[in-house]
C-alpha cells in the first residue's frame, strides 16, 4: 500500500528535501498518528497526511508523539 504525504518541513533550497513522500512500507499507527520509517534511522510523524516530526527511532517516535499530544 502507498501512502503519500506532505513534508512540511521541506527545504526548497536543498536538493536532498522533498516535498511530498510516498512511503512503500507498512507503517505503525500510534495515538492517531503514522509512523513511517525512512531508512535504518530515520522516522517521519504524519498526521492528516502531513510530516509533523522526524526522529532517529521508533522509540524516540512514539516519545515525540506522546509528548506532542500533552500540549
Do not use: P, W
Amino acid at each position: 500500500m502507498t501512502k503519500k504525504y506532505y513534508n512540511k518541513f521541506h527545504q526548497t533550497h536543498d536538493i536532498y528535501s522533498k516535498e511530498y513522500y510516498d512511503s512503500q512500507e507498512k507503517f505503525e499507527v500510534y495515538r492517531g498518528y503514522e509512523i513511517h520509517k525512512l531508512s535504518k534511522n530515520l522516522y517521519h510523524i504524519v498526521k492528516d497526511n502531513i510530516c509533523v516530526g522526524m526522529c532517529a527511532g521508533l522509540n524516540g517516535s512514539r516519545d515525540k508523539i506522546d509528548r506532542l499530544e500533552e500540549l
